[in-house]
């Protein structure tokens, strides 16, 4: 699978996030949730599909394969590691630990990841 864009990170994040909540993504359905446009989204969607993370015809709905869903989840622990530590840690407000943590879920190293996972639970447990 490999590593792939910060944005297309973002594209495989939202089409799971959208299977997840309506059983079906259509790329509509994605341009809306990431407020770009649909020759973006078709762009990225051809992108995924060549490197095995999603299945996607132009006009039906789009499926995530084994490695989408597992790419999705990866990206989504990330988000959600960052801001639970920003916001529940450092006391960052809602809106500015999303807003960071998905700047920020792109770039950071697996074993920094690692351990603030681990300070989060220490911290939980004093």
Sequence with gaps: ???ISSSLEDYIEAVYSIYIKDNKVKAVDVARRLNVSRASVTEALQKLE???LIN??????ISVTDDGVKKAK???KKHETLSDFFENILGI???LAEETACKI????DNRILKKLEQ???NYRFK
């Design 1 to 3: 699978m490999g590593e």
């Design 50 to 52: 060549q490197i095995g």
């Design 56 to 61: 996607y015809g132009h006009y039906g709905t």
């Design 74 to 76: 990866e990206v989504i």
């Design 93 to 95: 407000e809602h809106e």
């Design 105 to 108: 879920e792109h770039v950071i």
């Design 119 to 121: 300070h989060i639970k």
